[in-house]
């Protein structure tokens, strides 16, 4: 086998593994935008769960809290009506 043989058959086996890296490459790169997308809906299932809770959460809270403020006004009326009363 000649030189310029060993030569071509070099270049020959450069370019396909050249090519087979690329192609790893590409495989990698879909992969990697396929586990993206898959923890990208996780994380996005798991805000929106969260933020469900949240609201539900505040919303109570406010109910609570207007319960409270309601009772507070109804006492303060209750004080100011007895104390009228015995002045």
Do not use: D, K, P, W
């Not at 790893?24 to 299932?45: C, K, N, P, Q």
């Amino acid at each position: 086998m000649g030189s310029s043989e060993m030569r071509a058959q070099t270049v020959v086996v450069m370019q396909r593994t050249s090519l087979g890296l690329a192609i790893l490459s590409l495989v990698g790169i879909i992969e990697g935008i396929i586990f993206g997308l898959y923890l990208s809906r996780a994380i996005t299932r798991h805000l929106r769960e969260a933020i469900a809770q949240l609201t539900t959460s505040s919303t109570e809270i406010l109910a609570t809290t207007i319960q409270v403020a309601t009772e507070v006004n109804e006492t303060t009326a209750t004080v100011e009506a007895v104390r009228q009363s015995h002045c």
